[in-house]
């Protein structure tokens, strides 16, 4: 059975930075197009970020240039290095894997029910 364990999150003051992390038990993420999604209360999920098997990613209008995120094949680990972090980027964070090794093209890869399997989140907490 596949299970996705995210870790990482926590509080942090306004500016300060995380690092998220999603390991991955029974597959290997190299077969896997995998993302990292969030949701705050009262919002719908969304997409923060994705990542191909050879290491290309797509990021959130939102998050670029202040977010990472990462594979680590050789630890089945998935990452999240979120820097300059700001109030609005608090909600809950989910690890997500698609049952293809390609991500959706275009704007698709944002898209909830494109990815099949999903980790239970961790609290990411910006205060300013």
């Known amino acids: 059975q596949v299970q996705l364990l995210e870790s990482g999150g926590g509080s942090v003051e306004s500016g300060g930075s995380l690092r998220l992390s999603c390991v991955a038990s029974?597959?290997?993420?190299?077969?896997?197009?995998m993302g990292w999604f969030r949701q705050a209360p009262g919002k719908e999920r969304e997409g923060v970020a994705t990542i191909e098997r050879d290491g290309s990613a797509r990021y959130d209008d939102s998050v670029k240039g202040r977010f990472t995120i990462s594979l680590d094949n050789a630890k089945n680990t998935l990452y999240l290095q979120m820097n300059k972090l700001k109030p609005e980027d608090t909600a809950m964070y989910y690890c997500?894997?698609?049952?293809?090794?390609?991500?959706?093209?275009?704007?698709?890869?944002?898209?909830?029910?494109?990815?099949?399997?999903w980790g239970q989140g961790t609290q990411v907490t910006v205060s300013s």
């Open positions: 997500a894997a698609r049952a293809q090794p390609k991500c959706p093209a275009g704007d698709w890869w944002t898209v909830v029910q494109m990815y099949s399997d």
């Open positions: 029974g597959y290997t993420y190299n077969m896997r197009c």
